[in-house]
């Protein structure tokens, strides 16, 4: 059974910075991309960026320049360097991963698995 589990969150001022992480375990074939989402109280989950399996790096408007995203393929783990947050950036976290599982015998089908979710908040 496919697993991500993401941390990192925490209460930050305004300005500062925080590291989110989130690792794949299991039963895996290949992951192909990895990013995260986030979801503000009262709002719906939006994407936040998003790191494909060769390494290119997309980013929400919303955090291009502040946000780094990235990926470690040997430990099956992306992270999020978030920095300059602000007060809007207060949100549960979620990683998210397109990946491939292997049941023991071959590849599965493809699937789309979810961290459990870190809160970040951000104090003015």
């Known amino acids: 059974q496919v697993q991500l589990v993401d941390s990192g969150g925490g209460l930050v001022q305004a300005g500062g910075s925080l590291r989110l992480s989130c690792t794949v375990s299991g039963s895996i074939f290949s992951i192909n991309a990895m990013g995260w989402y986030r979801q503000a109280p009262g709002k719906q989950r939006e994407w936040v960026a998003t790191i494909t399996g060769g390494g290119s790096k997309n980013y929400a408007d919303s955090v291009k320049g502040r946000f780094t995203i990235s990926r470690d393929n040997a430990k099956n783990t992306v992270y999020l360097q978030m920095n300059s947050l602000k007060p809007e950036d207060t949100a549960v976290y979620y990683c998210?991963?397109?990946?491939?599982?292997?049941?023991?015998?071959?590849?599965?089908?493809?699937?789309?698995?979810w961290g459990q979710g870190t809160l970040v908040t951000v104090s003015s």
């Open positions: 998210n991963a397109r990946l491939i599982p292997w049941d023991g015998l071959k590849p599965s089908a493809a699937l789309d698995a």
